[in-house]
């Protein structure tokens, strides 16, 4: 690794940390955020992950697009949030559309929509992840 | 035992335990005083710099940079960069897809459940 290698990597990392502090969240939050995205996972043995920004029209095909480029989608569970549209999209794959079946999904995007609507954000999606993945344990 | 007699300094007069107190240091006292506090509080409140767009409100504009967590950023296929010490950081704004609209028309115009047999909800507020 040449030292211009190492500079702009750390380059890369700073943008990356300065895009995040610019996101939708304190730091706090994305610490909430971490957290229960990394219990989610451990807990499940799928992968779960949330995307906050625009989504395009149609708001179900762009979900659908962005979890097709997940690594591993079959297992995983995308949560979609565009908060400018208002609009929530739950993703499950195939194999995780088995531990999460829709039902739970919908039960769960009615308690994300509502703290939404509240304002909260954060909260919204952590107790969201949490659902999920209680369903997803159980199921 | 009389009052002591009132005395006069610098035109001002007194009594002999209170010393005069000058306009000066009165608007000084009343005025400079209370002026730094409340500038000590702004100082203190706006130290950290101002976030633009700080909260969310439902229906009003949020301006924001997207997002996509993943507990671990390697499982995005395709993200660029990513190695050990990206985990270290929390969650990670992993590389956004440049989906294009050109792009967009395979996949996305033919709307709900395009793949088949992906499942989940939708909501919103």
Known sequence: ?139 | MGRPPPRAVGGVTCSATVNAVSVLETVLFFVAIPAAVVALVFGLVYMGGTRPGKRYRPGRPFEFTPVWFLSAPERLSGASGVDGHAALTGPRHAELPAGTAGEKNSAGDTGVAAQGDLGGASDRW
Do not use: W
């Open chain 1, 1 to 139: 690794m040449t030292a211009g290698d190492t500079t702009s990597r750390a380059e890369d990392l700073l943008a990356d940390r300065a895009a995040v502090l610019y996101g939708p969240f304190t730091t706090p939050q994305l610490l909430r955020l971490d957290e229960a995205l990394r219990l989610a996972d451990q807990s499940t043995d799928l992968v779960f992950s949330v995307y906050v920004g625009e989504l395009d029209d149609p708001v179900r095909g762009h979900a659908e697009k962005l979890h097709s480029q997940l690594a591993d989608p079959d297992r995983s569970v995308l949560v979609c949030v565009s908060p400018n549209q208002r609009a929530l999209e739950i993703v499950t794959g195939t194999e995780a559309r088995k531990r999460v079946q829709d039902r739970d999904c919908k039960l769960a995007a009615l308690s994300m929509a509502a703290s939404f609507s509240g304002g909260d954000l954060a909260g919204g999606i952590v107790s969201g992840l949490a659902q999920l993945a209680d369903h997803a344990r159980r199921g």
